[in-house]
């Protein structure tokens, strides 16, 4: 990680922690997400992880924090394994 990105991450839990440090839907305190509420300009491809922060501290009215499941769910995603299910779970790591 480069000097910007340390930076970024450093903005980005200031974030977490105006948003509450929870998911908004569930409570849930990881794998948080910043998810769009309505539209900005900050969609679509080439949107990276310090644009993301960017335009979160610029419209933070937009966004809501998810955790990656309740994320998913809301943008009709497949939902994605977290890490700490891998780790707790090698039975069904073995059988995927
Ligand atoms: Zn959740």
Same mark, same amino acid.
């Given at each position: ?9 450093? @903005? &980005? ?8 440090? !929870? +998911?908004?839907?569930?409570? /849930? ?28 501290? @610029? &419209? ?8 990656? !499941? +309740?994320?998913?769910?809301? /943008? ?21």
């Amino acid at each position: 990680m480069n000097d910007k990105n340390a930076c970024y991450t450093v @903005r &980005r839990n200031r974030l977490l922690v105006m948003f509450g440090e !929870r +998911c908004r839907t569930c409570g /849930d305190t990881q794998d948080l997400e910043f998810a769009h509420q309505r539209r900005t300009d900050c969609v679509g491809m080439g949107r990276g992880y310090a644009n993301r922060v960017r335009d979160v501290e @610029r &419209r933070p009215e937009a966004y809501t924090l998810l955790c990656s !499941r +309740c994320h998913d769910l809301l /943008d009709n995603r497949p939902v994605r394994k977290r890490q700490s299910e891998i780790i707790r779970d090698p039975v069904r790591l073995a059988h995927a």
